[in-house]
């Protein structure tokens, strides 16, 4: 069977809507994964009490030393058994945030880490209350250090919705799926997916680079 890129032309509508269906659910996981590690941050910070360390270190143990597809199935077929019942859709971006949050509350402290203690100190001595220091002082500091890899983070979200079409959440790679099912032409239809899913992470490391930049002359 010959490659005929009219196929992927014609597959090209659906895929774009496949697309903003990828998108849309990686935005929000990934929004929701950060201002959760954010609270944990802070919370763990001013806040150290053994149990809940404790319980913070086993939750970032078990999503980083599980494969993602385990706690999708985790979330969608378990949580309807004790009486959550959620949609495909809602089950899929509730994965993607509690997996993404375990991997941005090790950035979120390794940018803490890079933080002066000079800063906390001169805030301390102004008399700033503790989370006025953070929200104006720490934190934007942290975010600074922390966009590379916070933006290869948000990409390895993005690449990790493939997964999602297991529990039918009709994202790009199901489009793909739901084509080529009825045309009986996979490599036309996937390479369509390819291009887009490589152009939404080319966009967002080139965005990222040129917002270094900017915070760099602004720093500057």
Not at 30 to 53: C, D, G, N, Q
Not at 78 to 107: Q, R
Not at 168 to 178: A, C, D, I, K, P
Not at 185 to 214: D, N
Request: aromatic letters at 10%; proline letters at 6%.
């Amino acid at each position: 069977m010959k490659f005929d890129i009219s196929y992927t032309f014609d597959a090209l509508p659906r895929l774009i809507e496949g697309a903003a269906v990828t998108l849309q659910v990686t935005l929000i996981g990934f929004l929701l994964s950060v201002t959760l590690a954010t609270v944990l941050t802070v919370a763990r910070t001013i806040w150290p009490w053994k149990p809940f360390l404790v319980v913070l270190g086993i939750y970032v143990s078990f999503i980083r030393g599980t494969p993602m597809l385990v706690q999708i199935f985790l979330i969608f077929y378990v949580l309807p058994v004790v009486g959550i019942d959620i949609g495909p859709m809602t089950a899929g971006i509730l994965a993607l945030t509690l997996n993404s949050c375990a991997f941005v509350l090790e950035i979120l402290r390794g940018g803490l880490a890079s933080v002066p203690k000079g800063q906390t100190e001169a805030a301390e001595s102004l008399g700033l209350p503790v989370l006025t220091q953070w929200r104006k002082v720490i934190l934007p500091q942290v975010f600074i250090v922390s966009i590379p890899p916070l933006v290869n983070e948000f990409t390895m979200v993005l690449k990790s919705t493939p997964l999602l079409a297991t529990i039918t959440v009709v994202e790009l790679m199901r489009v793909s799926q739901q084509i080529f099912s009825r045309n009986y032409h996979p490599v036309e239809v996937l390479t369509g997916a390819f291009v887009l899913y490589f152009l939404m992470c080319f966009a967002v490391s080139r965005g990222s680079v040129l917002l270094e930049r900017r915070l760099h002359v602004r720093r500057a």
